[in-house]
Each structure stands twice: as structure tokens, then as C-alpha cells.
């Protein structure tokens, strides 16, 4: 029980800067828009809105790293990993994380931490145009980013040794269920018989199982 409480503590954890980082988007829309208006409407181009996109897209994506892990949906080619045993997906998963994605986030977290340094002890400037915006604090987001990710890799990590105790893997942190989602459509569908209405769900209840048990948290991807 103390173990899922703190893979779910992390996992919150995770959520919360993914969804905090997502409200960019809306940010970004929002640049975007009122940008296009001034060049194209009222001919008064921004000089610096080309930086400013880039920093608010890759914040968003940076920042996201973390949840992303968290709800197991980074994409992989796993038309062997999904019909390995548990235990197997463990083992194959902890060799993995150990070998390859500790050190390589430990030396993102390393060198991106430097770079941040130095960057805010210079005041630098973005250099693509004249008089271009601070960089600084966006340099500060990938040493942030990494140590999320470190830190739900560390969680993940502890899911392969549970995993390899029990034979099941611990449940995640679920953040949207989209099984409900597909069953108010099939309801409100106009194109679909009951009967079919009924197996479609019923396959969507099955497939979601299988994900929990294999410690996806039944996040299902459409």
C-alpha cells in the first residue's frame, strides 16, 4: 500500500506540471492569432513572435515529458513487448531504464543545468532577431524537465520490481478514462444497432482490462 501510495504521489505529481504546461496551448493560440491579424490585417509584423512561439512550444513540450511517461504513452513498437508475460515486460523494462534511460537523463539534467546557468548569468538574448527576448528562463525549463522525468522514471522503475515480485503490475495514477468517452458516443450514434452498440462496449471494456493489467492504467489511445 506504501509503495502505491507513492508511485500515485509521483504520478500526481507528473499530472500536475503536464496539465499546468498544457494551458500553452491556449497561450500559443492566442499568439498565433493576434500575430497573423497584425501582419497580414494591419501590416505591423512582430519581429520577436518567431522566438516567442518557439519558447512557449517547447516549454509545452518539455514539461509534458513527465505525464507523458506517467500515463505510459510515449510510443513504442511493441507488437512483441504486448504479448510478453508481465514479468518479461519487467525484466525488459528495467534493463532498459537502467542501461539507457538513467544515464541519459541524468546527463540531460547535468548539462541542461549548466546551460541554465550560464545563461541567466549572462542575461542572455535570443540572437535570431535584432533586440530578440530573454532565453534564460526557457533554458530553465530543460534541467526542470529532466528532474520530472527522472523522478517518474524512478517510479517506473519501482513498477518493474513490483512487477517482478507479484507478476502484476501496480496500478498507475488514471488521468482520463476514455472508455466513457466511447461509450456516450456509441449511445448518442444514430449509425449504430443495439447489438452492435452492445459488442462494440463490451469490446472496449475487454481491451481496457487487459491495459490495467498490464499497467497502463487503462489510458487507451484512439
Known amino acids: 500500500m506504501q509503495v502505491q501510495k507513492f508511485l500515485h504521489t509521483i504520478d500526481g505529481i ?15 493560440m492566442v499568439v498565433v492569432c493576434i500575430e497573423v491579424f497584425k501582419r497580414y490585417i494591419m501590416n505591423m509584423p512582430t519581429a520577436w513572435i518567431f ?9 509545452l513540450f518539455m514539461l509534458c515529458g513527465a505525464y507523458t511517461l506517467a500515463q505510459n504513452a510515449h510510443v513504442r513498437g511493441d507488437f512483441l513487448y504486448s504479448s510478453m508475460a508481465p ?7 528495467l534493463v532498459l531504464y537502467v542501461v539507457f534511460f538513467i544515464p541519459g537523463i541524468a546527463a540531460l539534467v547535468y548539462a541542461g543545468l549548466f546551460f541554465a546557468i550560464d545563461s541567466w548569468a549572462i542575461n542572455e538574448h535570443s540572437n535570431v532577431t535584432a533586440n530578440g527576448p530573454p532565453v534564460y528562463q ?5 534541467p526542470l524537465a529532466g528532474a520530472l522525468v527522472m523522478l517518474q522514471g524512478i517510479a517506473e522503475i519501482v513498477r518493474c520490481m513490483v512487477c517482478l515480485k507479484t507478476g502484476e503490475w501496480p496500478s498507475r495514477l488514471k488521468d482520463v478514462t476514455e472508455i ?8 448518442n450514434s ?3 444497432d443495439e447489438e452492435s452498440r452492445k459488442v462494440a462496449i463490451e469490446r ?7 491495459a490495467r493489467q498490464r499497467g497502463m492504467g487503462g489510458d487507451l489511445k484512439t
Request: hydrophobic share 50%.
Open 204 to 210: 472496449a471494456h475487454q481491451i481496457d482490462e487487459t
Open 14 to 28: 507528473s499530472t500536475w506540471f503536464g496539465k499546468t504546461a498544457a494551458w500553452l496551448i491556449i497561450v500559443l
Open 51 to 59: 522566438d516567442l512561439n518557439n519558447m512557449l512550444y517547447g516549454t
Open 180 to 187: 466513457d468517452v466511447v461509450e456516450e458516443q456509441l449511445a
Open 87 to 93: 514479468r518479461m515486460q519487467a525484466g525488459l523494462d
Open 190 to 192: 444514430q449509425y449504430v
Open 138 to 142: 526557457f533554458k530553465a525549463m530543460i
